[in-house]
């Protein structure tokens, strides 16, 4: 019986320690802090993040009513409330789509049922606003899918992002979207990780992913993995945004939830400017793609590691809790 409860000790301890690892290494890095809180109780389940400068823009997750909030980018406070009066089925997502105006992504389909989704343009500013917007229905070639990023090129067109642990696939939008029909996405390349949100860097060259709990950077139009890095832990990170400085700025769900800006790390940067180089993961808290730094991109989406850690851990678990339940009974 001795030798079993080592076994199980062992076994505990093996995937206990990474998944405690997993979920603090994350945790306020160098080259992150906190900005502000989402404060306004109605802002209760921020999904997409959007910096325009002067304002950032948040909208809340399925549940909610079709409007869009405007934050003051230093304090967070509300600032301005835009209501554009269209139902809406999942909300998960915003893109830039001008000076004053942003696209809502109602694209979230988690039991992959819908045949198109729709993504509104919408004109938002300071204050209580009522407008109208132009909606854009969207349908994928290979069926129904789960989206939650959404993003513009540098030419304006627009682009989501589905949602899967084994990576996801970016489909692009016709060049011009039509309002009176249904515009057929077409699939351009893969990402890696579980995808919840995506934005443009300000050169138009690069892109920014997110998932739970890390970022990576590709090329576009090709979408070569360039590097990533590991964000702050955040309980289930959901919104990225860059502003037009370049600012980095990640969100998550629920109410008073923090807002942090996180600098790009060098080791990514500067395979970015140099584009010979090969992928890089920047510390601290790099979560490196298979194989470690260094190996070329062979196309396989890696996933987060924080939620497979605690899923062996809870399996193990379970496994050796009915070990020594088991144990305990033959010896009784």
Do not use: C
Not at 69 to 76: C, K, V, W
Not at 92 to 97: I, K, M, N, T, V
Not at 105 to 110: E, K, L, M, Q
């Amino acid at each position: 019986m001795i030798l079993r409860l080592a076994l199980v000790g062992g076994l505990l301890g093996a995937f206990a320690v990474p998944a405690t690892a997993a979920a603090t290494a994350t945790a306020d890095e160098e080259g992150a802090h906190r900005v502000f809180e989402l404060r306004d109780d109605r802002i209760y389940e921020s999904s997409g993040l959007v910096d325009l400068g002067a304002v950032m823009a948040t909208v809340n997750d399925s549940g909610d009513s079709s409007r869009v909030f405007l934050l003051d980018p230093e304090s967070g406070e509300t600032v301005g409330v835009t209501d554009f009066h269209t139902e809406v089925t999942d909300v998960e997502a915003l893109a830039p789509a001008g000076p004053n105006e942003v696209y809502v992504g109602d694209i979230g389909d988690n039991d992959r049922d819908r045949d198109e989704v729709t993504v509104h343009r919408v004109e938002v500013g300071r204050g209580q606003r009522d407008v109208e917007p132009v909606s854009f229905r969207l349908a994928y070639p290979d069926g129904p899918h789960d989206a939650e990023s959404l993003f513009a090129d540098r030419a304006g067109r627009l682009h989501l992002i589905t949602k899967s642990f084994g990576g996801g696939t970016v489909y692009r939008a016709p060049k011009r979207l039509q309002s009176d029909r249904v515009n057929v996405l077409e699939p351009v390349g893969r990402v890696r990780g579980y995808a919840t949100d995506a934005a443009l860097l300000p050169d138009g060259r690069h892109l920014l992913v997110r998932s739970l709990q890390q970022a990576s950077v590709y090329t576009m139009p090709d979408l070569t993995h360039v590097g990533s890095f590991a964000l702050p832990w955040q309980r289930q990170g959901e919104g990225i945004s860059v502003g037009p400085d370049g600012r980095i700025r990640i969100s998550t769900e629920g109410a008073g939830t923090p807002v942090y800006e996180v600098e790009l790390p060098e080791a990514v940067a500067r395979t970015m400017r140099n584009p010979q180089a090969p992928t890089a993961s920047a510390s601290p808290a790099a979560v490196d793609p298979p194989g470690g730094v260094g190996v070329e991109d062979d196309g396989k989406a890696d996933q987060d590691t924080t939620w497979l850690a605690w899923l062996a851990a809870g399996v193990f678990a379970a496994a050796a809790l009915g070990l020594v339940v088991a144990t305990r009974r033959k010896s009784g």
